[in-house]
């Protein structure tokens, strides 16, 4: 009978392991998913704020200038390894960035721009080139019974808190985007 149990509580911790790993891997931000280029949207992508990091890694944020009230648009960051050779970064989450809509300091919860992000510390190698990570949003709450999204200029914002060759290197991407009545 104990040969059972440990059989079936074997069996369980890997199924319960299995089922941690894929969400890890479909649900986790990482460098190197490529979208679009910039302007092939609706609402075309202009580059808003960029600045570099570590031993050169340049992080660029893009965004539309103005998205009309219920549309969809992407929010694009792009990281540049410009050195030659593998770049180590480490950070304190499975999500590489933090990103969002802000209003001042407070979140504004736009559709798409929640996400709930592994606490685990995460390393990955930024190969030279170019990494592109593409965010879907919409000017709308994301709670279909929260107030809408009244029109005007809101803050869109990527922060990342990282290692990199053991020096904490902290910074944060912003740029100005317009919600209009259509």
């Known amino acids: ?6 059989s079936l509580s074997s069996q369980a911790t890997s199924i319960c392991g299995a089922v941690l790993l894929l969400g890890f891997l479909v649900g986790c931000d990482a460098f190197g998913l490529d979208g679009p280029p910039p ?6 992508l202009r580059t808003a704020d960029s600045t570099v990091v570590g ?5 660029t944020l893009r965004t539309p200038d103005t998205v ?5 648009f992407r929010m694009q960051l792009q990281t540049e390894n410009p050195t030659g050779h593998p770049v180590s970064v480490i950070s ?13 300091d407070e979140t504004v919860p736009v559709e798409g721009a929640g996400r709930v992000c592994a606490a685990v510390q995460t390393e990955i190698s ?7 990570r593409q965010y879907d949003l919409q000017a709308a709450r994301a709670s279909s019974n929260a107030a809408p999204v009244s029109p005007g200029a809101y803050a869109a914002r990527a922060a990342l808190s990282w290692r990199i060759d053991g020096a904490a290197v902290k910074d944060t991407v912003e740029t100005t ?6």
Do not use: K, W
């Open 39 to 44: 302007n092939s949207e609706p609402h075309p």
């Open 126 to 132: 930024v190969m030279p080139g170019v990494r592109t």
């Open 68 to 72: 009309a009230l219920g549309d969809s």
């Open 177 to 182: 985007i317009v919600f209009a009545d259509e």
């Open 55 to 59: 031993p050169g890694l340049q992080i």
């Open 92 to 104: 304190g989450s499975a999500c590489m960035y933090r990103f969002g809509i802000y209003e001042g």
């Open 1 to 6: 009978m104990q040969h059972t149990f440990s």
